[in-house]
């Protein structure tokens, strides 16, 4: 059975940092791309990053850049995106999500999602 579990959401102060954690299982690591996405209530999701573990090959939306950190640990199947400089406009539910082979922010090319973690970030 395929399983993302996200974690490491919740209230932050803004400017405060959250580490959220991907743990997955079920299916090969190597072999697919995690994504991270967002969505806050009556928008769209939006691809908030990602990355290719056989190469470490990442994404980030200009949005988050220089702000996010995405890296994997592959011992542990797991991928771990560390927000700093957390601003008020970053607060939604945070989902990762399994792509065979590359990165991509369509939502509907993911094969496998996990259920999200809310983070909050008070102004």
């Known amino acids: 059975e395929v399983q993302l579990v996200e974690s490491g959401g919740g209230l932050v102060q803004a400017g405060g940092s959250l580490r959220l954690s991907c743990t997955t299982s079920?299916?090969?690591?190597?072999?697919?791309?995690i994504g991270w996405f967002r969505q806050a209530p009556g928008k769209e999701r939006e691809g908030v990053s990602c990355?290719?573990?056989?190469?470490?090959?990442?994404y980030y939306a200009d949005s988050v850049k220089g702000r996010f950190t995405i890296s994997s640990d592959n011992a542990k199947n797991t991928v771990y995106l560390q927000m700093n400089s957390l601003k008020p406009e970053d607060a939604a539910v945070y989902y990762c999500?399994?792509?065979?082979?590359?990165?991509?922010?369509?939502?509907?090319?993911?094969?496998?999602w996990g259920q999200g973690t809310q983070v909050t970030v008070s102004s």
């Open positions: 999500a399994a792509n065979l082979d590359y990165c991509t922010t369509i939502p509907g090319s993911y094969d496998y």
């Open positions: 079920g299916f090969t690591f190597d072999d697919y791309a």
């Open positions: 990355i290719r573990s056989s190469d470490e090959m990442t």
